[in-house]
């Protein structure tokens, strides 16, 4: 009886696996894959010479066709100045879809870079508020000091006027200063 229920088991696992290679056969069998890699490797061949000449496929594409007259019909050159502007277009903006594959490895290298340039600004946007609000506070202690020296002068010419300052000394103007600098 173990035997009997030994020998199903094995045999489901052997139709399971047909099953399996059956259902991927178009992926690993080398009947399939041999077509598949020919295509690929035509179509890399033609895309290394395409690469190879894109400087020449260039200028041939943006050179004016000189006296030269395409044989379409009338209801079609609308059409064909459309097809025509595409690989023109395309070319012109292959380099820079080459640089944006070529960079596309070094995305992750480049967004920590950017995360710390954004971590650097952070810190200079603060250290720029600080430096704006003691620059703020200066003014208005310049204001305060500046609205202060008119009395001051005033009171001194209203002291001279009356002769009850007769010469400034040393002391009396050093004190004089220290009021100001402390207003």
Known sequence: MTDIQAEIYQKNLEIELLKLAKDTE????SFFLAPKCHT???M?????????????LRQRLLKPMCQENLPIEAIY????VHLLEL???FIEKLETYLETIRNVPHLDANLKKMSQALAKMDVLVTETEELAEHILKWRKQRKE?????????AEENVLHKHDIIT??????SKVHAQTINAK
């Open 77 to 80: 050159q609308r059409s064909m």
């Open 145 to 153: 000091v500046s609205s202060c020296i008119p009395k001051l002068l």
């Open 87 to 89: 690989p023109v277009t």
């Open 44 to 56: 890399n061949n033609h895309l290394e010479t395409v690469l190879k000449e894109t400087r020449s």
């Open 26 to 29: 178009d992926v690993v069998h």
């Open 167 to 172: 010469s400034p000394s040393p002391s009396t």
């Open 40 to 42: 690929l490797q035509s």
